[in-house]
């Protein structure tokens, strides 16, 4: 049974900074692809950043700079750095692992940058 539970959302200013957790089990951090999304009120869900298996990664154009994708395998947790926070930032961030041909999801965790 695949758990993804995520962690470290809250309430910080503009310009600070938050660690997002996500401890996975039933997945392997460093053989699954890993990503975290988020989603704004109103709005779609949308991808921010993929790890993996190799070590690689990607994000999405807007967060590049600012957001680090990384992972503990000892943990088996996944991690999103992110640094310099606007209010645009501010959603529900979920971390996803795709094992095979199924994709799975975190219940999310809210992040609120108030300016």
């Known amino acids: 049974q695949v758990q993804l539970v995520e962690s470290g959302g809250g309430e910080v200013q503009a310009g600070g900074s938050l660690r997002l957790s996500c401890v996975a089990s039933?997945?392997?951090?460093?053989?699954?692809?890993m990503s975290w999304h988020r989603q704004a009120p109103g709005q779609q869900r949308v991808l921010l950043a993929n790890i993996y298996a190799d070590g690689s990664t990607n994000y999405l154009e807007f967060v590049k700079g600012r957001f680090t994708i990384s992972r503990d395998g000892a943990k088996n947790t996944l991690y999103l750095q992110m640094t310099n926070l606007s209010p645009d930032d501010t959603a529900v961030y979920y971390c996803a692992a795709r094992k095979g041909f199924w994709d799975y999801w975190g219940q999310g965790t809210q992040v609120t940058v108030s300016s």
């Open positions: 039933g997945v392997d951090v460093r053989l699954d692809l």
